[in-house]
């Protein structure tokens, strides 16, 4: 399978536990410093990671990916969307 550039979702480190969290509320469009989803780390991180690495890493999201909306649906009717590469993107590390 092609490195995605994405976090390994078998990595359990905080530091990595947050990033998906972030790809997670950028894929349904809450990547925002106020979501409680990501202020759950700041705790653990500290104050000065977490802003480092939502900044450096929500960049890098925001300008390798896009969200591509709708793409299943579950049995009991809820829709899932998923991110995938702009496709103006230059970085070829993904």
Do not use: Q
Request: charged share 30%; net charge negative; aromatic share 12%.
């Amino acid at each position: 399978m092609k490195k995605t550039g994405l976090v390994d979702f078998h990595a359990n480190d905080p530091i990595s536990c947050f990033k998906r969290m972030m790809e997670s509320c950028y894929c349904y469009g809450g990547l925002t410093k106020s979501n409680k989803y990501i202020l759950e780390y700041k705790d653990e991180l500290g104050e000065d990671t977490w802003n480092a690495v939502y900044s450096d890493y929500g960049k890098w999201l925001k300008d390798n990916y896009t969200v591509e909306h709708n793409v299943g649906t579950d049995n009991e009717g809820l829709s899932y969307n998923r991110l995938i590469p702009r496709l103006d993107n230059t970085n070829d590390d993904i």
